[in-house]
């Protein structure tokens, strides 16, 4: 193995579905040249920790979520021996041509023999993904805006509309004269009844004429039964 093994080692767990800088997880080995190493797991992508936080209520955060390994290491041959601080230990295979090992399952790329400054292939690979990530995002914020004013302007009632600017003034309605309510004819005064006629006064000189009590029918003087209904004269 002619290149050194100290430097930056990646392993990409990849989603499948590209910009693997949100739906992938990618954990990193750090070889130090003392004989030390630093080991960083990717528990979840950040895509996936986004909405864990949003179904939890916490805060959206762009960070992925890691957790650190640290210890020494060991090379004998081809193989490598890991040191953990917790005390256990674990070893992978180096691989022939030095471009990278084996550990467990997993085969970690090395992708830098620095192991301060950052890959320039993960960087512009990250760049690269995140310009496409904030594309999709802005395609999709603004098919959504464009649906959400269709939605608005089907909903909205064609009354609301606004007069097109060609459009003449708006002809008013001629006010309507105010209807006088109808009159009541005026309250005629009642007339009294007029008196009845007072009986006549007999003449003098001629004896008074009867009148039936029963019927008003006038009899001659002298005579004792009405003529009319036969009522007695009083």
């Keep these: 193995m002619t290149k050194p093994i100290t430097g930056q080692y990646e392993c990409q767990h990849s989603s499948g579905i590209g910009l693997d800088y949100f739906t992938s997880r990618i954990d990193r080995l ?4 003392d004989g030390r190493f630093t080991l960083t797991i990717q528990e979840r992508s950040r895509l996936s920790n986004a909405a864990q936080s949003l179904v939890s209520g ?5 960070a992925a979520p890691e957790k650190k ?7 004998q041959d081809s ?3 890991f040191h953990f601080q917790d005390g256990t230990q674990e070893q992978g295979q180096l691989s022939w041509n ?3 090992l084996q550990w467990g399952q997993d085969f970690f790329n090395k992708v830098s023999d620095s192991t301060l400054l950052p890959s320039t292939h993960r960087l512009q690979k990250d760049m690269d993904d995140i310009a496409k990530g904030i594309k999709i995002a802005t395609t999709v914020g603004s098919i959504a805006l464009k649906a959400a004013k269709t939605i ?8 609301d509309a606004a007069p097109s600017p060609d459009a003449g003034p708006a002809q008013q309605p001629a006010p309507q004269p105010a209807q006088q309510p109808p009159q009541q ?3 005629q005064p009642v007339r009294p009844a007029p008196p009845p006629p007072p009986p006549p006064q007999p003449v003098q000189g001629q004896m008074e004429a009867l009148f039936c009590d029963q019927c008003g029918a006038r009899s001659r003087p002298g005579k004792k039964f009405c ?8």
């Design 69 to 75: 390994r640290e210890g020494t290491y060991t090379v």
């Design 98 to 100: 030095g471009e990278g």
């Design 185 to 187: 004819p005026a309250a």
């Design 79 to 81: 193989t490598i021996v």
């Design 58 to 62: 916490q805060q959206i955060t762009n």
């Design 227 to 234: 003529g009319n209904c036969g009522a007695r004269l009083a």
């Design 152 to 159: 608005h302007s089907t909903l909205q009632p064609s009354t």
């Design 30 to 33: 750090i070889l130090q040249p």
